[in-house]
């Protein structure tokens, strides 16, 4: 074995073996031989487990990997992304809960095994018939990853998401606001997700004791809806970059990094330009395909009814957390959520509807 590596990346622990000699990982149960990451957690000693490369599974080209818990039970193939640069060496990437680890001290060995035919080790530190890097174990500091960004892709103007998902995502305009942390407290209770669309100068009144970090740490998502709801940003141009740009730089402040990929316009009011200018910036422009209109006050029942009467596949839902008395809004959105629940839809961001990647440091 010439090297091997772990390390985090994200939101991922990142394995990295480079072998002295050319392996196939598919041959390598035929061989006698195996390629295996032994973890350990090091604030106890305790074993948690030994991962293998195996070959690929029925109807992919793609090596697997194999987790073997440290009581001895059934290996099973863990969610994983295996890549190869040369036929030397081998790249996996995982999340540690898909071992049952958190994000916590580690100590790992990579061990490469022969079996049979009776083995000959060519390395000049042989264990028997086994190779091991590092020749004792070593420690890995892993932190908890922090969302620090997503990236836009696909269309640049979206009005709802895939139709073959039972899914729909609740979005909140002209926050945040002094009902907003009403909203969010909600939301956590009914273990529901949603996106804010953020008006960057009401932020640093509104956004107090940790509120955009509050949302990120609930799995919400934050989107820009400009600095002040200018009317001149539909014309797109310098005018709306500045509007765009000030807004994701009060983003980034209150939430200790994170870029938003998201763009609402104020009022929904979209033209071809604008739609380019928020594009160049890095953002999709989010309309909606469900409007209750609840800004007017139209009272609980029409709000509530309105939603849970277009909600279909994919949809997005419009409402306000910010902007005026959004009392009548507070008390729709628990009947909403409990109607479209029970009718089989599950809540998610804008990001998660649109398969966004996440960025994560």
């Known amino acids: 074995m010439s090297t091997a590596s772990l390390t985090q990346q994200g939101q991922q622990l990142v394995w990295q073996v480079v072998l002295a000699t050319p392996f196939s990982p598919g041959a390598l149960g035929r061989d006698g031989r195996t390629l295996c990451l032994l973890i350990d957690q090091a604030k106890t000693g305790g074993t948690s487990g030994r991962l293998c490369v195996a070959g690929p599974g029925p109807h992919s080209s793609t090596p697997r990997v194999l987790f073997t818990p440290p009581n001895g039970g059934a290996a099973r193939v863990i969610a994983s992304t295996v890549t190869r640069s040369s036929d030397r060496e081998l790249t996996a990437r995982f999340v540690p809960t898909e071992i049952g680890l958190g994000y916590q001290a580690l100590r790992w060995q990579v061990i490469s095994t022969v079996r049979s035919p009776p083995c ?163 953002f999709t422009t989010i309309q909606w395909d469900v409007d209750p209109r609840d800004w007017t006050t139209p009272g609980v029942a029409e709000i509530y009814d309105n939603v849970v009467r277009n909600a279909r596949d994919g949809a997005i839902v419009i409402q306000h957390d910010g902007g005026g008395n959004r009392s009548e809004t507070l008390a729709a959105l628990p009947m909403e959520i409990r109607t479209l629940r029970s009718e089989g839809y599950r809540f998610v961001t804008v990001t998660q509807l649109l398969g966004y990647q996440l960025l994560y440091r």
Not at 135 to 147: D, G, N, Q, T, Y
Not at 175 to 189: I, M, N, S
Not at 217 to 225: L, R, T, V, W, Y
């Open 120 to 282: 000959v080790v060519a390395s000049p530190s042989p264990v028997g018939c086994s190779v091991v890097f590092p020749s004792a174990p070593a420690l890995v500091r892993l932190h908890e990853p922090r969302l620090v960004g997503c990236t836009a892709s696909g269309p640049n103007w979206v009005f709802s998401g895939p139709t073959n998902v039972r899914e729909v995502a609740l979005t909140f305009d002209d926050g945040p606001w002094g009902d907003t942390p009403e909203f969010l407290t909600l939301l956590e209770r009914e273990h529901v997700v949603a996106t804010f669309f953020q008006i960057g100068d009401q932020i640093g009144e509104y956004a107090k004791d940790g509120l955009d970090r509050r949302m990120l740490a609930d799995g919400d998502m934050i989107g820009d809806h400009t600095w002040n709801y200018g009317d001149h940003v539909a014309a797109g141009g310098p005018g709306a970059v500045l509007q765009i740009d000030e807004a994701a730089a009060a983003i980034r402040r209150a939430s200790g990094g994170f870029e938003p990929c998201l763009f609402r316009a104020p009022g929904g009011n979209v033209t071809p330009a604008l739609l380019r200018t928020a594009r160049s910036l890095g």
